[in-house]
């Protein structure tokens, strides 16, 4: 089964976080304002602060449960910490709250597959290869899951998916 560690995946999660989920249009998107421990907790994500950006990421969603986003990225800074329980809660959480809210599927089931619950985790990914199926990341994703659930053909065209998406992003294989 492999086990596979991208390069820089914090600096991933905060590029997706920013791509899916950028401070313009957020209170759009939710009913609840933006907190300013969110934006805070941002700034300290895009820094690399993993600590402070946790904590700001609890406080916002105290102050805003109802807020997506602030549990999104709770997800994607516990999953860094190798926090999977606490990630899966979070971004299950996110799902309850926006079902359709791009890249948390995906983060799910990578965090199910650091834990190695590999059925859980294609479900989630294929959730996202459904929902937005031009994301390479999250055909890449299929397939290294694919891979350690040892349907080798399935992650051929998973794989083969993510390359035909992105040919020259370097990351994808």
């Given amino acids: 089964m492999p086990k596979i560690r991208t390069r820089s ?14 401070p313009s249009g957020l209170s759009a998107q939710n009913s609840t304002s933006e907190p300013e421990s969110f934006r805070k907790a941002s700034d300290a ?45 979070s971004l299950q959480k996110a799902l309850s709250l926006k079902p359709g809210m791009h890249g948390a599927n995906l983060f799910l089931g990578i965090a199910y597959y650091r834990t190695n619950r590999f059925e859980p985790a294609i479900a989630a990914v ?16 299929q ?8 349907r080798p053909g399935d992650a051929v065209v998973a794989l083969d998916k993510a390359v035909s998406l992105a040919p020259d992003n370097v990351d994808i294989l």
């Fill in 9 to 22: 995946l914090f600096v991933a999660l905060a590029w997706m976080s920013l791509r899916f989920i950028a």
């Fill in 45 to 89: 994500m895009r820094r690399g602060d993993l600590n402070t950006a946790g904590a700001g990421f609890e406080a916002a969603t105290k102050q805003s449960p109802d807020f997506a986003p602030a549990h999104f990225k709770l997800g994607l800074v516990r999953e860094e910490q190798g926090q999977f329980e606490e990630a899966i809660a």
């Fill in 126 to 141: 294929k959730k996202e290869t459904a929902a937005y199926p031009k994301d390479a990341s999250a055909w890449m994703w």
């Fill in 143 to 150: 397939g290294v899951i694919q891979l350690a659930m040892d």
